[in-house]
């Protein structure tokens, strides 16, 4: 299982950005995914997650609204839609893979996931 994140960089507050994951080893279909971040400092953070099977998608509560997790099965990647981004966003953003499958529980936390890509800087200036 191979993850490769694409399409962070530096925006301006309030502007909208769209990180890609391309999957390599595996269908994206066929595993539970998810985004995450972390900023300087702090902890890696949940902001979206799409379970296997059923498509049953998770948002953190500071997340939702803002972020939109999409999957493209001919393309076999994963994203996230960003809107509004502030300066609070600035963090490298991950995305995660599992073939579990959650049926409704998944909570979009680290430990649900066992596959992990590089990481890419998205940096939000005011």
């Known amino acids: 299982v191979q993850l490769v994140e694409s399409g962070g960089g530096q925006v301006q507050t309030g502007g909208s950005l769209k990180l890609s994951c391309a999957g390599a080893?595996?269908?994206?279909?066929?595993?539970?995914l998810g985004w995450f971040r972390q900023a300087s400092g702090r902890g890696r953070e949940g902001l979206a997650c799409?379970?296997?099977?059923?498509?049953?998608?998770t948002y953190p509560d500071f997340a939702k609204g803002r972020f939109t997790i999409s999957r493209d099965n001919i393309k076999n990647t994963l994203n996230l839609q960003i809107d509004d981004l502030r300066p609070e966003d600035t963090a490298v953003y991950y995305c995660?893979?599992?073939?579990?499958?959650?049926?409704?529980?998944?909570?979009?936390?680290?430990?649900?996931?066992?596959?992990w890509g590089q990481g890419i800087q998205v940096t939000v200036s005011s």
């Open positions: 080893g595996f269908s994206v279909d066929d595993f539970s």
């Open positions: 995660a893979a599992d073939p579990s499958w959650y049926r409704g529980r998944l909570e979009c936390r680290r430990r649900e996931f066992a596959s």
């Open positions: 799409i379970s296997r099977v059923d498509g049953y998608t």
